[in-house]
């Protein structure tokens, strides 16, 4: 039986999605079906990889976790995590380490989804207010939240203050990834996942697939597209890194591609980064390109993609300081299912990388988060799930 190229494109299309190839059939593709957009993007990145990157030493921090998402370090020296499924855990300026106690009885930790990004509040030296996102479940809603809460001196108990910004969607966990930036301004940059609903990214209605900036109170921050929303930009598959670069203001999205193509986007207010995985009605299509401007009109191209291997990229942070060599002022990733930190040198314009290099290749497993700190160096989470530390990585001048 011979089948037009269309109807061999939607078998491998259901296939690619999970469907059983009977129900071909019964749910017809619409037409026109565009197939112009069902690929995008290189085989590979396509810069030059350098063997330039400094000695690294690692020195563990924190050991003994459960996948501790993100990890923050205080101005007096005192270095906080969490767990994914719940629980605050510090290392103290003295070397003194233990669990921070904290009321998590509203915690909803499923799949993806628990206990993630930390950020500190820009004057946290004078409020000690710390920030959270995080799956809430209570009082018949489910969600995901940003929570404040203010830590004691001794660093022994977080106390819970407001939730600022409720109502980023949750389903089942999956893509529920939420960063926390604290910007040079103080005010607060949030990368959310699409909770692997076909619309969601493209929605301006939903807070999930979006670069959300709001002020600390949870009002939106000035120079949103819309004011009354905090919406900056959409678009975004699972946006799990935020950077802001020293020097230039500009903040990047790390997000993390489907089969192919982990993106760095530069973001710009009002952007839209193409993600679009409704082309099949009522179903979460993740062939579609990560950057689909054949189906997304203006959608702005990635500074950034792995090509046809993704990297699981999970975080993002530039490092700073003349012990990184040629790689001082680079953005680094933390590589989730490649077990490395991925180098980047941007160009000047910030709209592309000129070159990468690679550390930590398969030492420590999968590696979720890089932060850093004052004095140079990386603290890096590692997401095996069992006996995981929070590293500092410090390059050998």
Known sequence: M???????????????????????????????????????????????????????TVTPVLDGLDHPWDAVQAPDGAVLTGQRSGGFFVRRADGSTGPVTADLSDLYAQSETGLMGIALASNFAQTRTVYTCQGFQGGGITDIRIQSWTVDAGWTTLTR???????????????????????ADGTLFVGTGDTAQPTVSQDPNSLGGKTLHINTDGTPAAGNPDPASPVYTLGHRNAQGLAQQPGTGRIYAVDQGTTRDDEVNLLVAGGNYGYKPDRIPGIYDESVPMTDPSRVPGALAAAWSSGSTTLATGSAAFVTGSGWGPWDGALVMGGLKTKQLVFLRLAADGQSATAQTFGLQNQYGRLRSVTPTADGSLLVTTDNGSADQVLRVTPQA
Do not use: M, W, Y
């Open 2 to 56: 011979r089948h037009s190229k269309l109807a061999v494109l939607a078998l491998a299309t259901t296939a690619a999605i999970g469907l059983p190839a009977a129900q071909v059939s019964a749910q017809p593709l619409p037409l026109p079906f565009d197939t112009g957009s069902l690929g995008s993007g290189s085989d590979g990145p396509g810069i030059p990889t350098e063997d330039t990157l400094p000695a690294l």
């Open 161 to 183: 203050g407001a939730a600022i910004l409720t109502g980023i969607p949750v389903n089942e966990g999956r893509h529920g990834g939420c960063r926390i930036l604290t910007a």
